[in-house]
């Protein structure tokens, strides 16, 4: 017969044991750290310890910097298109649309009018609406290339990009 190698998982789990932990109490030492599971090979040096299995750097970089290239391509877009069509003279200003979403609530701004079109553009100034938008694209362009070029963010900055690409889109209502 022919010897297939063996397909299954490695022995070793991705998440190793430290070494020392395995031995009973009181017991000497490994006096060989080289031969222990979780020390690097020969060759790797200390760059494999500053990086341990299972800490997913890579995965978080990568999926940030995924996530604020496309925020960033969407500001920039929006940065571009807004004012043609959902600036003051747009096909479909927004600036109407918020009117008569106010109008149809009865003059009051609250919880039913923020829940139909979630906006912080409820709490600006809507006289120069074509400045508004694009001051939100530009902040969501700012805090998207931070991202993009640091590759770091936490949780407010990317509640903070959500929230004013959420703004841009409820206004821009069903083409």
């Given at each position: 017969?022919?010897?297939v190698p063996?397909?299954a998982?490695?022995?070793?789990?991705?998440?190793?044991?430290?070494?020392?932990?395995?031995?009973?109490p009181?017991?000497?030492?490994?006096?060989?750290?080289?031969?222990?599971?979780g020390?690097?090979?020969?060759?790797l040096?200390?760059?494999?310890?500053?990086l341990?299995p299972?800490?997913?750097?890579?995965?978080?970089?990568?999926l940030?910097r995924?996530?604020?290239?496309?925020?960033?391509?969407a500001?920039l877009?929006?940065?571009h298109?807004?004012?043609?069509?959902?600036g003051?003279?747009?096909?479909?200003p927004c600036?109407?649309?918020?009117?008569?979403i106010?109008?149809?609530f009865?003059?009051t701004?609250g919880l039913?009018?923020?829940s139909?079109?979630p906006t912080?553009?409820?709490?600006?100034?809507?006289?120069?609406m074509d400045?508004v938008?694009d001051?939100?694209?530009?902040?969501g362009?700012?805090?998207?290339?931070?991202?993009?070029?640091t590759?770091?963010?936490?949780?407010?900055l990317?509640?903070?990009?959500?929230?004013?690409?959420l703004?841009?889109?409820?206004?821009?209502q069903i083409?």
């Open positions: 017969m022919l010897a063996d397909m998982a490695p022995m070793a789990g991705p998440r190793q044991r430290r070494p020392g932990r395995d031995r009973a009181g017991a000497a030492p490994d006096p060989s750290p080289a031969a222990s599971p020390s690097p090979g020969p060759g040096g200390a760059a494999a310890l500053l341990p299972g800490t997913f750097w890579l995965t978080r970089i990568v940030l995924s996530i604020a290239f496309l925020y960033s391509v500001f877009v929006a940065l298109q807004n004012k043609q069509l959902i003051t003279k747009g096909l479909l600036k109407l649309y918020l009117q008569d106010q109008r149809y009865k003059g701004i039913d009018a923020l139909y079109a912080v553009l409820w709490f600006l100034d809507w006289s120069d400045s938008l001051g939100l694209a530009l902040a362009l700012a805090g998207a290339g931070f991202v993009l070029v590759g770091c963010a936490n949780m407010v990317m509640a903070l990009l959500w929230l004013l690409y703004s841009l889109v409820n206004v821009g083409w």
